[in-house]
């Protein structure tokens, strides 16, 4: 019975594979020991059963705390990258942006985003960033044709993971090996490009990168478009600034040139008065003559005034000319545009 209590207060500290002999010489206690026995054996498996449990729970605990600080991080690495391009109208700012926080935040060993022309149907690779010393395939094209399943799925707006062992895709890929991830650069528009990354062909993209990736692509999309709305809108700008500038050299030129033939009405309506009082000629004998004269004369001031007018409208238009407000009679400004009209 000892032996049974020192063995029972050994399992009850931890001990489990702790036995007492089962041939004793009383057999209610033999079979209390076996009883015993079994107990502990029961006991054991039981404990095993747990700390099992309690390992694999360990793990899966880790491993959902470390999804959620990688969602957390990307969740971040998201929003940094789409407030710098959301705040650059600079089409190149925007896409060096992508690429150089893409490689550094998920330790890729390149990244490179692409445009595509569909109407030659080639894809540029305009900007890229590598943590490696490879050769370059920035400015470098590639026809579609040249790999047409997966250009194909890019423009269908679906991404393609594989893993590249020979110089098919990119030019400057002769000697590596890589885990690729292609994700298109779209919108509701349409698609404007692509993005690559590389990692070594030991591992591959997961689901939650792979998203990353997605997000990034669409926010950069929807740059592209803002820059280039922009650039557009700018481009227009200068356009109707080029189309008023000549529009103000023509009406400039134009007033100028009247000027001197509207002088020289002027003058030679006044000659032909004076030769007309020379020879005898006044208005109570000529009356029809002198009554033409006169038309002539207040038509060839009217249109004076007009090309003066357009000359001054167009200086102030063009801010060469200060506008110096005058005080004016309302009545008479009235009366005469009347007049204006009516005749």
């Known amino acids: 019975m000892q032996q049974l209590s020192q063995a029972s207060q050994a399992v009850a500290n931890g001990d489990r594979n702790q036995r007492v002999p089962e041939v004793l010489p009383i057999q209610e206690i033999q079979i209390t020991a076996q009883a015993f026995n079994q107990m502990a054996e029961t006991l054991g498996l039981s404990f095993q059963q747990i700390e099992v ?58 990244c490179d985003v692409a445009l595509y022309n569909l109407e030659t149907r080639t894809s540029t690779v305009y900007y890229e960033y590598l943590c490696a010393d490879y050769p370059k395939a920035e400015g470098k094209s590639m026809a579609m044709d040249r790999v047409p399943e997966l250009y194909q799925q890019l423009l269908q707006r679906q991404y393609a993971q594989f893993c590249l062992t020979q110089p098919l895709l990119r030019d400057f890929c002769e000697d590596a090996r890589f885990a690729c991830l292609a994700c298109p650069v779209t919108d509701d528009q349409g698609v404007l490009g692509d993005l690559w990354l590389f990692k070594s062909h030991q591992w591959w993209f997961n689901p939650e ?51 001197t033939p509207m002088a020289n009405i002027k003058m030679a309506t006044q000659l032909l008065e004076m030769s007309l009082e020379r020879i005898g000629l006044t208005e109570a004998t000529a009356e029809s003559v002198f009554r033409y004269l006169q038309i002539l004369k207040d038509e060839g001031q009217r249109e004076i005034t007009l090309i003066n007018n357009l000359l001054d409208l167009s200086r102030l238009d063009a801010g060469t000319e200060p506008y110096v407000p005058t005080t004016i009679d309302p009545k008479t400004w009235i009366l005469e545009g009347a007049a204006v009209v009516a005749g």
């Not at 926010?219 to 557009?232: E, T």
């Not at 700018?234 to 009406?251: G, M, P, T, Y």
């Not at 400039?252 to 009247?258: M, P, R």
């Open 209 to 259: 990168e792979i998203r990353l990736v997605q997000q990034v692509a669409n926010q950069c999309a929807i740059a592209l478009r803002q820059s280039r709305l922009y650039q557009m809108s700018q481009a227009q700008v200068k356009e109707l600034e080029h189309l008023h500038r000549i529009k103000d050299d023509f009406l400039s030129t134009v007033s100028h040139e009247l000027r």
């Open 53 to 110: 449990a309690n390992t694999a729970l360990e793990t899966q605990v880790r491993e959902q705390t470390a999804q959620l600080r990688q969602a957390l991080e990307f969740e971040d690495l998201l929003r940094r990258i789409t407030e710098k391009v959301r705040d650059s109208l600079d089409e190149a700012q925007i896409l060096q942006t992508v690429v150089r926080e893409l490689a550094l935040e998920l330790g890729l060993q390149g």
